[in-house]
């Protein structure tokens, strides 16, 4: 177990990858502490790994700096810290999701496209802001958070949840594609720094991932993105999980201020 003894905080761990990061750190011997704006999927989890459920809402930085407090009052000084709370764009999806399937009827039939998307100019300001607060406020704060516990230690290890979508963008979604990619580039900043002060930060961007959340789209449109990946398949939140202990681990030493992405070759950073 690479992880016997520590301690680490789960924003967001109450379900989906956050749930499935709880776990995995748990059987890697770290005792667990599970923060969710839901506190009955915070307490779920912790439930299953023993570990002490915090709630705590990640764009409120004083909801955090408590939730920390609370995390170390019960299990110590945190070692491990993974900003992993978010919210789906389903509001975009429901306006989108609708003209990208007349978009792939009309490639099929016709080989044109004629039907615009419309997304970006359809968005409003309130979703806009919404999704950098949880997404990338959310970040800032728990890793500040983390930072000011960690670094007067010289030890610690903070992983942010990103995506692909921060990487190469995803069409009809700015909002969660600006919010994933600065989370990326805040992670390289903020990585240079810390490490000096013995505190590693890397970053996991995920490919589309098998979630509740993959509802929202057709099975027309499911298979459209399961033909994006050269695996065949989404991937399972347990596998972004094990990208996540082993950033969090001694063995990802060397790992300062990187993007490790399992997305089954959509793609290759």
């Known amino acids: 177990m690479t992880l016997e003894g520590k301690v680490a905080v789960v924003t967001g761990g109450g379900s989906g990858i956050g749930a499935a990061i709880c776990v995995r750190l748990g059987e890697e011997g770290a005792r667990v502490a599970v923060l969710d704006v839901n506190e009955e999927g915070a307490a779920r989890t912790a439930e299953r790994i023993d570990g002490v459920a915090v709630n705590a809402d990640v764009s409120d930085s004083a909801s955090v700096d408590r939730a920390l407090e609370e995390a170390e009052s019960a299990l110590g000084p945190v070692d491990v810290w993974v900003n992993n709370a978010g919210i789906p764009a389903a509001p975009q999806a429901e306006r989108v999701n609708p003209r990208t399937e007349r978009q792939l009827e009309e490639a099929s039939t016709t080989g044109a496209v004629a039907t615009a998307l419309d997304a970006l100019v359809?968005?409003?300001?309130?979703?806009?802001?919404?999704?950098?607060?949880?997404?990338?406020?959310?970040?800032?704060?728990?890793?500040?958070?983390?930072?000011?516990?960690?670094?007067?230690?010289?030890?610690?290890?903070?992983?942010?949840?990103?995506?692909?979508?921060?990487?190469?963008?995803?069409?009809?979604?700015?909002?969660?594609?600006a919010a994933k990619g600065g989370i990326l580039a805040f992670t390289r900043a903020v990585a240079k720094e810390l490490i000096v002060q013995g505190v590693r930060v890397n970053a996991v961007a995920p490919g589309f991932i098998e979630t509740p959340t993959t509802a929202m789209m057709s099975e027309r449109l499911q298979a459209s993105v399961r033909l994006q990946a050269p695996i065949g398949r989404y991937g399972r939140p347990d596998e972004v999980a094990a990208t996540v202990a082993f950033l969090a681990g001694d063995d990802a030493a060397l790992f300062v201020g990187q993007t490790l992405s399992p997305n089954g070759g959509i793609v290759t950073v």
């Open 122 to 177: 359809r968005l409003p300001d309130d979703e806009w802001r919404r999704m950098l607060a949880v997404h990338l406020d959310g970040t800032f704060f728990g890793t500040r958070a983390a930072a000011r516990s960690m670094a007067p230690r010289r030890t610690g290890a903070i992983v942010n949840i990103a995506s692909i979508c921060g990487i190469s963008g995803c069409t009809g979604f700015p909002h969660y594609s």
